[in-house]
């Protein structure tokens, strides 16, 4: 998909600072977004601060590790990144491998570690058993800023990265709040699990829940 006028979609640097632009734009996506509840439950009483140079998970050392690929968009009249998306290439791995990245899964200090077993620990578990001993590309996080979603620029980013997985031959896969589930259909992703947790259980308001649809790319479809 073709992009708008005035807009660039880019590799994103391996610079100091840089991982701190991207959690800005995760942030500002996450307030707007379906996973709004779910973060304040995952945080509790805390807010992230924005006083170091280097954003604690995506380090320069995770942008310049060749197994990920971060790409993304500028909107040249402000020359700001208001999007980006991060895909990672996962090798095959075995009942053991699988055991082993789980329980050394990134649990940052603070979260609720209990919560994100039941939300991301769980969907982690099901993406073991769905890639199995299968190499694949994974759509790790795409993110577009609120007041620049609905323009084609989630599609532009989804757009690279099935091209990429079809380049190497190989299965695409990723998580999405429903509110994605159609962009990633029209991209030839299918549904293959689901995973729901009553938010009300674990402090939040009667009725809310987290959905996230686990899809599957076919190489070449």
Same mark, same amino acid.
């Given at each position: 998909m073709s992009l708008p006028s005035g807009f660039t979609l880019s590799s994103v640097p391996a610079d100091l600072g840089v991982g701190r632009t991207l959690q800005s734009i995760e942030s500002a996506a996450i307030q707007d977004g379906p996973d709004r509840a779910l973060s304040d439950l995952l945080w509790p009483g805390q807010s992230r601060t924005d006083d170091e140079d280097e954003d604690p998970f995506h380090t320069v050392e995770m942008l310049s590790d060749p197994v990920n690929t971060y790409l993304w968009i500028r909107d040249e009249q402000i020359k700001v990144p208001i999007a980006y998306a991060w895909s990672q290439r996962a090798p095959k791995r075995s009942e053991v491998e699988w055991a082993e990245a789980y329980a050394n899964r990134h649990r940052p200090p603070g979260m609720n570690t209990a919560l994100m077993d039941a939300t991301s620990g769980t969907r982690f578990l099901? !993406? $073991?058993?769905? +890639? @199995? #001993? /299968?190499? #694949? &590309?994974? +759509?790790?996080? +795409?993110?577009? !800023?609120?007041?620049? *979603?609905?323009?084609? &620029? @989630?599609? $532009? &980013? =989804? @757009?690279?990265? =099935? *091209? !990429? $997985?079809? *380049? +190497?031959g190989l299965p695409a896969y990723l998580? #999405? #709040? /429903? =509110?994605?589930?159609? &962009?990633?259909?029209?991209y030839g992703f299918k549904e293959i699990d689901r995973v729901i947790v009553n938010l009300a259980a674990w402090g939040g308001a009667n009725g809310e829940v987290n959905k996230y649809v686990l899809m599957l790319r076919p190489n070449g479809a």
């Open positions: 099901k !993406r $073991a058993k769905i +890639l @199995g #001993s /299968t190499d #694949s &590309l994974i +759509l790790k996080e +795409l993110y577009v !800023r609120p007041e620049y *979603q609905r323009r084609g &620029l @989630g599609g $532009a &980013l =989804v @757009g690279h990265m =099935v *091209q !990429r $997985a079809d *380049q +190497l998580e #999405s #709040s /429903t =509110v994605g589930y159609s &962009l990633y259909t029209r």
